[in-house]
């Protein structure tokens, strides 16, 4: 038997090590979808306010319903500064210790730090799609009798996701690798999965090697599945 060989049964066969990168594999998986639809929603709201906020005339900002426009946009502002200028694990640890100390379930807090983190990359990613597509669109459909979340819903936004997909993805694959953090606050993802064997059989290159091999292949499950829908709507534009 060879080194190698040896040091892959006493990695991952032995005492059933593979359990620590398989949990740790769902957890990760969980975490990162459910982050990524709280940002997503977080994200569309944010940029929705802000370029409502953004495309109003200065006469149009007047009044109780300007008033109110402008505080959201002024709080929008904030959370997304503050969000994209502090670390995430900054975020996490403070969520940890500080806010949701009570807490029972550490995916539960990873999954709302998460979710409010990715949801001030989407906002502004969400903006610069709407603000990508002409106003004449906008005009258009109110034109036509629809009111502005009507517009923006039925309108705009299909045509700011085309333009904003990349985009989408790359924070779709930084979120994935950001979870490796949660190890942090003593939550077994892949990661810690990984370094746990590490730790057992003081072996640490086939346990972080293997980890990072499996982080490689979702990469690369997430952009061909991103190919593909990219492909299908280039089709339909074509039509």
């Keep these: 038997m060879s080194e190698l060989q040896r040091k892959f049964i006493q990695d991952f066969i032995e005492k059933d090590r593979w359990h620590f990168i398989t949990d740790g594999l769902k957890t990760t998986l969980t975490v990162t979808l459910l982050a990524l639809l ?12 802000r370029c409502a906020h953004d495309q109003q005339t200065a006469n149009e900002l007047r009044g109780a319903k ?62 610069g799609g709407i603000m990508s597509v002409d106003q004449g669109q906008m005009e258009a459909g109110r034109s036509l009798g629809l009111n502005y979340v009507q517009t923006m819903t039925r309108i705009v936004l299909p045509q700011a996701f085309k333009a904003t997909l990349p985009a989408l993805v790359n924070e779709f694959i930084a979120l994935l690798k950001e979870t490796s953090i949660c190890g942090y606050i003593g939550l077994n993802e892949l990661t810690r999965g990984g370094d746990i064997i590490r730790g057992t059989t003081f072996d640490a290159f086939l346990p972080l090697f293997g980890v990072a091999l499996i982080y490689l292949v ?17 089709k339909s534009d074509m039509r």
């Design 38 to 49: 709280i940002g997503t929603c977080i994200g569309i709201i944010v940029g929705i306010i």
């Design 66 to 127: 300007g008033a109110v426009l402008k505080i959201l946009n002024l709080l929008c502002k904030l959370y997304v500064t503050v969000i994209r200028g502090t670390p995430a694990l900054i975020q996490l640890l403070i969520m940890f210790f500080i806010i949701m100390v009570s807490a029972r379930s550490k995916v539960l807090v990873a999954v709302i730090t998460f979710g409010i983190n990715s949801g001030a990359y989407v906002a502004e990613i969400f903006r």
């Design 218 to 234: 979702l990469v690369l499950v997430i952009s061909l599945i991103s190919g593909l829908v990219e492909k299908q709507l280039r």
